[in-house]
Structure formats: structure tokens, C-alpha cells
């Protein structure tokens, strides 16, 4: 499967300020997304990233919030923006890779992570 | 609306032992189940899944089944050991992208 790798791993940031999460694969892949854990939790969809156009958010997750980029198949940004304290939490990007063909379609493979705090 | 239940949320079992998890989808349209495992501080890693023209599959100690009238499925881990302690996730897919999770499972095995 397709390596994955988040920058930064972890965080810690002030109330009120911004950060973007970069996501790097080792192969193109079609789909993109990007995911939110909060501390003991299950995961949660924020958005496709999708290539060449703009992200498709699920419900409760809104764009000035989470701007998400995707220039190539190979790289995407999240940026958590104006934070809060309740923004802590682990966020994930997620790939579905098509060259697993013995899984077939919608396979994600998860990245590492990135720890977020918020004070 | 979509939604994946997950129980128990919390399962604990001596080593050798069988573990039992069991998830139901409310949208009839799911037609791919994935479960994850979770360690610690890691990401989650698939260790299995299920699509909907399949009753059961088995990967060495694990293996899901698939009920599609009832609507939930479960994962089985048959004689079970320390390292397979961990957090333990079963998802849904209602359309291609869009993986609805279940509440995740704390399995504890005891050597």
C-alpha cells in the first residue's frame, strides 16, 4: 500500500491562531481525506480533497473553518483555522489507494496523525 | 440518519480466548465494511474487511461476518493474545469516500 506521511506530527497552539497540516503520499493516488479524532473517540469525516477543485465537507464541517488544499494526487494541506480549545484533537488524512486491487475499491489507509492542542 | 453502533465499548478476555464484536449500519446502502485496529498513540490499521455480495471472510485468527437483512456484522478474533490489545473500529461505507464509524472497542487480553 501506498506510505503515508503528516507533518507535524504534533502541536501545541495558542487560542485564536492557525495551522496547516501537510500530507504526503509515495504515489498518486485518486482520493484524499482528511479525518478528526477528539481525545477517546471514534473518527470523524471532515472533507475530500479532492485534485484540481474545491472540497467536498460533510455536515458540521465548514470551509473558512478547515481550508483544504489538493495541487496534486500526490500531497494535500488542512489548516485548522482561528483554534479553539475544542479543536484539540487528532487529525488524520486518509488515502484510498487503487494499486491494492486484491481490496478493491474504497480501501483507506490512514497517516500517522497529527496531535493537536489547543490551549 | 447514518449511523454505525458499536459494541461492547469495552471487552476484556484471558489469552486464548475468543473475542466477539458486533457493529450494525442503519443505511441499507452500505456495501463496505472495514474494521480497524488501533494501538496507542498510532494510526488505525485495517485488519480486515467485508463487502456486501459476501457472507463471511477469514484471515488466519480473524475473521467478519456479514448479515445484510439484519444489517450488522461483527469481527471474531479466535485465540487471542496480548498484542492484539487495542482499540478496534468497524466503519461503514454508504457511498464511495465516505467511511461512518463505529464508537471503537477497548479489547484488553489478559495474559
Known amino acids: 500500500s501506498a506510505v503515508i506521511s503528516q507533518k507535524p506530527s504534533r502541536d501545541i497552539c495558542q487560542r485564536g491562531t492557525s495551522l496547516t497540516i501537510q500530507c504526503q503520499v509515495d504515489?498518486?493516488?485518486?482520493?484524499m481525506f482528511w479525518y478528526r479524532q477528539q481525545p477517546g473517540q471514534s473518527l470523524t469525516l471532515i472533507a475530500t480533497?479532492?485534485?484540481?477543485?474545491?472540497?467536498?465537507?460533510e455536515s458540521g464541517f465548514v470551509i473558512d473553518k478547515f481550508p483544504i488544499s489538493r495541487p496534486n494526487l500526490t500531497f494535500s494541506t488542512l489548516t485548522v483555522s482561528n483554534m479553539s480549545p475544542e479543536d484539540s484533537s487528532i487529525y488524520l488524512c486518509?488515502?484510498?489507494?487503487?494499486?491494492?486491487?486484491?481490496?478493491?475499491?474504497?480501501?483507506?489507509?490512514f497517516g500517522p496523525g497529527t496531535r493537536l492542542t489547543v490551549l | 440518519g447514518e449511523n454505525v453502533e458499536q459494541h461492547p465499548s469495552t471487552l476484556s478476555v484471558q489469552e486464548g480466548d475468543s473475542a466477539v464484536i458486533k457493529c450494525t449500519y442503519s443505511?441499507?446502502?452500505?456495501?463496505?465494511f472495514p474494521w480497524y485496529k488501533q494501538e496507542l498513540g498510532k494510526r488505525p490499521q485495517l485488519i480486515i474487511d467485508?463487502?456486501?455480495?459476501?457472507g463471511e471472510k477469514k484471515d488466519q485468527r480473524i475473521a467478519v461476518t456479514l448479515n445484510k437483512t439484519a444489517k450488522h456484522f461483527s469481527l471474531h478474533i479466535t485465540e487471542t493474545q496480548p498484542e492484539d490489545s487495542a482499540v478496534y473500529f468497524c466503519?461503514?461505507?454508504?457511498?464511495?469516500?465516505?467511511?461512518?464509524f463505529g464508537q471503537g472497542t477497548t479489547l484488553q487480553v489478559k495474559p
Open positions: 486518509s488515502v484510498e489507494d487503487l494499486q491494492v486491487y486484491d481490496r478493491g475499491p474504497d480501501t483507506q489507509y
Open positions: 504515489s498518486q493516488v485518486t482520493m
Open positions: 480533497a479532492n485534485q484540481g477543485s474545491e472540497a467536498t465537507y
Open positions: 443505511d441499507s446502502a452500505s456495501n463496505y
Open positions: 467485508i463487502r456486501s455480495n459476501v
Open positions: 466503519a461503514a461505507s454508504i457511498r464511495p469516500g465516505k467511511l461512518i
